[in-house]
């Protein structure tokens, strides 16, 4: 049984931005139904960039604030009243770390992850950049003890973002999806995830070495979006229809626009990607007239986890990972600013 320590490293800020502290925090006590996890692994998102700088509407951060919202690691205590777990379970640790189940959104099938009482990684307690985690029994992601939980930290939020879009198209086996943003960590998720759906897949990015990255994890085609014509390239594919669906995972406005551009009539944009400014312009004429659908979705209900988890333990997901210490999170967090990364890049706690 592994000795749980008193003190815990993590990176820690004390006002909106990027100025990390990496310092010693306590290490949390569970209550009678939670677990503790020694987080191995913590993967790193741009929306943890969002969430230091304050920059989304909806929320009022509070500091001292540790973010990060996708981990993975080992049981080691549990409460009194835990039943589901035992010590040496591998599991992973999600954004959602608490529902209530008695609100509307519980008690409908497939909006747990809405739940309207829900306790959340950072907005609510310390996210993942830390070494130790509780986590409610209930909303505790379950992982096979094979699985390697390097790939299975991004999993639990960008892996599980883009499986729940990819749903959300309404695409079938052989329909056509583009992924505008495609070579990091979600769309990396979301190349795989839609190959083994059996659809067609135009990866979209900026250069050649993220078409390559995107091409050797399945993409069947690859887009530059700096160049020009994007939507007159992407009908030469698609015989002058468009694809059937479109998942937009850039952090980019101009991505938001180009999809209602180029995907066909009947067809529908999922709402992904976290720019800094959360606004976009669209022709309501052209969304009339072409009968588009838009939607908006963010993470997974405890269905869509059990799937991406059984495509990760059955060997269908192998993205790339760059593996660094918690304590290079700083020029992580840069390079990500830069839009330097492809795959995802995934801490190890211990460094």
């Known amino acids: 049984m592994e000795k749980i320590p008193k003190k815990q490293k993590a990176q820690v800020i004390t006002e909106y931005g990027l100025d990390l502290k990496f310092k010693e925090i306590d290490v949390p006590i569970p209550k009678s139904d939670e677990v503790l996890v020694h987080l191995l692994y913590s993967g790193v998102c741009h929306t943890d960039i969002c969430f230091m700088k304050n920059s989304l509407s909806q929320y009022q951060m509070p500091l001292p604030m540790v973010a990060g919202h996708e981990g993975a690691g080992v049981v080691v205590a549990i409460g009194d009243d835990v039943k589901s777990f035992n010590i040496g379970d591998k599991v992973g640790a999600k954004m959602l770390n608490r529902i209530c189940g008695y609100c509307e959104n519980c008690h409908i099938s497939g909006r747990d992850n809405k739940c309207e009482n829900r306790v959340d990684l950072m907005v609510h307690k310390f996210g993942t950049f830390q070494q130790y985690i509780t986590i409610a029994e209930g909303d505790t992601v379950r992982l096979p003890q094979h699985v390697d939980l390097k ?176 304590s290079e999170l700083g020029e992580i967090l840069d390079r990500i600013h830069k839009g330097e990364i492809m795959g995802r890049v995934v801490l190890d706690t211990s460094k």
């Open 151 to 326: 790939i299975a930290a991004p999993l639990v939020c960008a892996g599980v973002t883009v499986y729940k879009g990819l749903k959300e198209t309404g695409c079938i086996a052989g329909e056509i999806v583009a992924l505008h943003g495609a070579s990091g960590g979600l769309g990396s998720f979301a190349i795989q995830f839609a190959k083994n759906a059996g659809f067609e897949v135009i990866a979209i990015d900026l250069g050649e070495e993220k078409g390559k990255h995107c091409k050797n994890l399945g993409a069947d085609h690859y887009l530059d979006a700096s160049k020009s014509d994007l939507t007159k390239r992407i009908h030469e594919i698609t015989n002058g229809r468009g694809p059937h669906g479109v998942v937009v995972i850039a952090n980019d406005i101009k991505a938001f626009e180009q999809a209602f551009e180029y995907v066909r009539d009947y067809g529908t944009i999922v709402c992904l990607g976290v720019p800094d400014k959360n606004e976009f312009h669209a022709d309501l004429m052209n969304i009339l007239n072409r009968h588009l659908t838009i939607k908006g979705t963010i993470l997974g209900n405890r269905t869509d986890y059990k799937e991406a988890v059984a495509l990760l333990a059955n060997g269908k997901i192998d993205i790339p990972v760059e593996v660094r210490g918690l």
